[in-house]
C-alpha cells in the first residue's frame, strides 16, 4: 500500500515473511525507486500507523509541500501538471538579488533599479530585450518607455548614493581603512558615427579609433573593489582625467591622508606637480627610458638582476627600479616577435622611409644611404639592455617593498575593465543621450560590485564555484506554483542538479 504525495515522493508500507511492517520514504525523482530514509518496522497497528504519519511528517518537510492523497499514479501526475498555474525564474533574485541586498543598494526604492542591475549581470542586453526577460522570466511587464524614463533620472539622483553605498560597503570588507587607491581608465565606443559634446574621437583602446568614444575613469580599492567613478570626453587625455576623481573622492570621504597608485599613462609632469601640492602620496609607473642620460646611465650601472631593486633619488622623489626574470623574458619574447614582424615587411619591400620612427617595433629601423632599409643591431643591442627593468616613482615613506607591492595591486584595476567589457557587456553604447549614456554606465558600476562581492562571498566561503559560474546556473533556477484540490497555493523551488543544491546551501534560500 502507498500513498502518494507528490509525484516523485511517497511513503510506503512492506510487509515481510514474519508479519512486520516496515515504513520507509521512497523517492522516484530520477525515474528509478530510491528509498530516502526508513522510517522504522513493527507489528503493532498503532505503532505502524505512528510510523506511518511520521513518514509522512517527513515528506512534507523535506519537499516543503502540503499533502496530495492520490492512489491513482497516472491521475495524480496529470491532476498536479494541470494544477500548475507559474513556472517562474527565481534564482537571479534569490541569490544576485541576495547580494545587491546586503552591500545595501536596496536602500534605493526603486524595484526597477534592482532589475535593470541584476539583468546587467546575468543578460547584458539591450535594454529592450531586458524588458522582454523581466516579462519571460519573471513575469513582470515593464515597457521599454519605462527603462528609458527610469534611465533619464538615474544618474542624476542616484549616482552620489550608490558610490556612497558602495564606499560604506567596502570600508567594512577592508576592516574599517582605506590607506591606497587605485585609478585607471578606459574608453567606451559607440555604434554610430556622430560626435557630440562628449562622444569625441580619439585614441581607443578598444582598437576602435574611427568611433565616437567616451574616457571611463574607475578609483578602486585594494582588491579591486569599486569606489567612485566619472566619465570624460572621448579626445581628452587621460592624465588630465586623473586629479578631478581624485580630488571629489577625497573631499567627499574627507581623508586626509591618501596613497594614489596609478600607471605609467597617468605619468606627466604636470600631475606629479598637482599630486604634491594638493598633499597626495603617490605611486606611479615610470618611464624609466624616457629619463635624462645621466639618471639612465645610473640605472644601467646597477646589478639588479642581483639586488632585485634599487632606490634612485631624483628631484626629491624616490625612482625605485625593480628587475624582474618574468618581465625580462616577456620583454625579450615581444622585441623578438616585433623583429620578425619587421624582417618580413623588409623582405617584401613594403617599408619606407616614412617607417622610420619611433612608433613600436619601427624604432629599430634605420635607413642605409639612400635607398636600403635595414633592422639597426646596435639599437637591438641597446633595447636588451632595459630587459626585464620597471620604474616606480613615489614621494611616499613606504619602504621599497611596501611600494612594490602596492603597485602589483594595480592589475586588479585592468580585471575589472575586462569584468565590465566582457561579462557586463558595457561597450559598445547604443545610447546617445547625455543622461542615458551616464545612467548605463553607472548600472554598469552599480553591476561590476556586485560581481566583486560575489566574488568574495565565495571566498570566504571556500567554495570552488566561480562567480561567472554560479552567474550561468542561477540561470536555471525556477519556482513553480500549483494550486491543490483544496485550493491551497503551494509553491516549490526546483533545485534539479547538485550545482543547484550546492548554492541553496551557499546562499540559504
Known sequence: ?????????FVCKK?????????????????????????????YAEEIDRLFAEGKRYIQKYTGLQELDFTDHK?????????????????????????????????IDDSLFKDLVLYRLVYPKSKLKTTEYLYRY??????????????DKLHGRYKETIQQISFNHTLQILGGSIHAVFYDVTTIYFEIEREDEIRRTGFSKDGKAQHPQIILGLLVSKDAYPLAYDIFEGNKYEGDTFLPVLDGFREKYCFNQLTVVADTGLLS??????????????????????EKESIKREILKIDLKKDKS?????????????????????????????IRRLEKLLKTGRLTKSNINNKGYNKFLK?????????????????????????????????????????????????????????LKIRPVYHYKKQRIEAHICLNFTAYKVYKELERVLKVKKS????????????????????????????????????????????GF
Open 1 to 9: 500500500m502507498c500513498l502518494f504525495y507528490f509525484w516523485v515522493m
Open 15 to 43: 510487509l515481510n515473511k514474519s508479519g512486520v511492517v516496515s515504513i520507509q520514504v521512497i523517492d522516484k525523482s530520477q525515474g528509478k525507486y530510491k528509498v530516502l530514509k526508513t522510517i522504522g518496522s513493527s507489528s
Open 75 to 107: 491521475q495524480a501526475y496529470e491532476e498536479v501538471l494541470s494544477s500548475i498555474s507559474s513556472l517562474k525564474l527565481v534564482g537571479i533574485q534569490r541569490v544576485l538579488g541576495k547580494i545587491f541586498n546586503q552591500i545595501g543598494f536596496d536602500s
Open 138 to 151: 519573471e513575469h513582470k511587464s515593464i515597457t521599454e518607455d519605462e527603462v528609458y524614463r527610469f534611465m
Open 269 to 290: 609632469n604636470k600631475n606629479v606637480e598637482e599630486l604634491m601640492s594638493r598633499g597626495y602620496e603617490f605611486i606611479l609607473g615610470a618611464r624609466i627610458k624616457n
Open 310 to 338: 634599487k632606490i634612485i633619488r631624483k628631484d626629491g622623489l624616490s625612482l625605485i627600479v625593480a628587475y624582474s626574470e618574468v618581465r625580462a623574458k616577456k620583454d625579450r619574447f615581444n622585441r623578438e616577435r616585433g
Open 367 to 423: 635607413m642605409e644611404g639612400e635607398v636600403t632599409i635595414m633592422v639597426d643591431q646596435d639599437k637591438i643591442n641597446q633595447d636588451r639592455r632595459w630587459d626585464g627593468l620597471k620604474g616606480y616613482l613615489t614621494n611616499s615613506q613606504m619602504s621599497k617593498e611596501d611600494v612594490l607591492e602596492n603597485y602589483r595591486h594595480l592589475w586588479q584595476i585592468e580585471k575589472a575593465f575586462r569584468i565590465a567589457k566582457n561579462e
Open 464 to 507: 570552488n564555484l566561480t562567480a561567472e559560474k554560479v552567474i550561468e546556473i542561477v540561470q536555471n533556477i525556477h519556482e513553480i506554483t500549483f494550486t491543490t484540490p483544496d485550493q491551497q497555493e503551494i509553491k516549490k523551488t526546483i533545485l534539479l542538479t547538485e550545482e543547484q543544491k550546492q548554492l541553496q546551501e551557499l546562499f
